[in-house]
C-alpha cells in the first residue's frame, strides 16, 4: 500500500532546504547552479507544471542564458532564483 505524502510539508522542508543551500552557496556560481537545477526539476515534473511553458518562462530562460554568456552571473543567479521562486509558488498555488 502507498505511503500518504503531506505536500504541504514536502514544500516546507524544501523550500528549507533551499534557503539553507543558498545561505551556505555565497559565490554567484553555486547559486546559479542550484536555481537551475530546481528550474529543470520545475520543467521536468509533470505533477508541478500544468501544460507548455509559458512564452513568460521560455523568454525568461532565454535571458538567463544570454546574462550567462556575457560573464554576468550575479545577474543571472538572480534573475534563475526568482523565477524558481515564481514557478514554485505558481505550482504551490494551483495544486
Same mark, same amino acid.
Given at each position: 500500500?502507498?505511503?500518504?505524502?503531506?505536500?504541504?510539508?514536502?514544500? %516546507?522542508?524544501?523550500?528549507?532546504?533551499?534557503?539553507?543551500?543558498?545561505?551556505?552557496?555565497?559565490?554567484?556560481?553555486?547559486?546559479?547552479?542550484?536555481? &537551475? $537545477?530546481?528550474?529543470? %526539476?520545475?520543467?521536468?515534473?509533470?505533477?508541478?507544471?500544468?501544460?507548455?511553458?509559458?512564452? &513568460?518562462?521560455?523568454?525568461?530562460?532565454?535571458?538567463?542564458?544570454?546574462?550567462?554568456?556575457?560573464?554576468?552571473?550575479? %545577474?543571472? $543567479?538572480?534573475?534563475?532564483?526568482?523565477?524558481?521562486?515564481?514557478? $514554485?509558488?505558481?505550482?504551490?498555488?494551483?495544486?
Amino acid at each position: 500500500m502507498g505511503n500518504v505524502i503531506d505536500l504541504a510539508e514536502r514544500r %516546507e522542508a524544501r523550500r528549507k532546504a533551499a534557503e539553507a543551500i543558498r545561505i551556505a552557496a555565497n559565490d554567484s556560481l553555486s547559486r546559479l547552479d542550484h536555481a &537551475v $537545477a530546481e528550474l529543470e %526539476e520545475f520543467i521536468r515534473d509533470p505533477h508541478t507544471r500544468r501544460g507548455r511553458i509559458g512564452t &513568460v518562462v521560455e523568454t525568461e530562460l532565454g535571458t538567463i542564458r544570454r546574462t550567462v554568456s556575457e560573464g554576468s552571473i550575479d %545577474e543571472a $543567479a538572480e534573475r534563475a532564483e526568482r523565477l524558481a521562486a515564481r514557478l $514554485a509558488h505558481a505550482s504551490a498555488r494551483s495544486s
